[in-house]
Nanobody, 119 residues
Framework: QVQLVESGGGLVQAGESLRLSCVASGSFFRVHGMAWYRQAPGKQRELVAG???????NYADSARGRFTISRDNTKNTVFLQMNRLRPEDTAVYYCNAVIQRDRGGENYWGQGTQVTVSP
């Protein structure tokens, strides 16, 4: 069974930083693309940042310049460094990964971690 487990959320003030981590565990062959999404109350889940297996990154406009996504393939872990946080960044942040168990890849989600930014 494959699991994605996030950590690092919390309550911070505007302008502060947080670092989220997500570890893929279980029995699988390879982790392909990984990403962070977020969902604020009453809003749809949206992509924050993604990173390919070889380190190519992409960001939402709201995250570009403030957030940095990275990964450690030796530990099947993806990180999201969030700087200069704003109240509008408040949301549940979800880790997403395409994981290959035998043939092809399957989409997996973590349980989410709450990020709250106070004014």
């Amino acid at each position: 069974q494959v699991q994605l487990v996030e950590s690092g959320g919390g309550l911070v003030q505007a302008g502060e930083s947080l670092r989220l981590s997500c570890v893929a565990s279980g029995s699988f062959f390879r982790v392909h693309g990984m990403a962070w999404y977020r969902q604020a109350p009453g809003k749809q889940r949206e992509l924050v940042a993604g990173i390919s297996s070889v380190g190519v990154t992409n960001y939402a406009d709201s995250a570009r310049g403030r957030f940095t996504i990275s990964r450690d393939n030796t530990k099947n872990t993806v990180f999201l460094q969030m700087n200069r946080l704003r109240p509008e960044d408040t949301a549940v942040y979800y880790c997403n990964a395409v994981i290959q168990r035998d043939r092809g890849g399957e989409n997996y989600w973590g349980q989410g971690t709450q990020v709250t930014v106070s004014p």
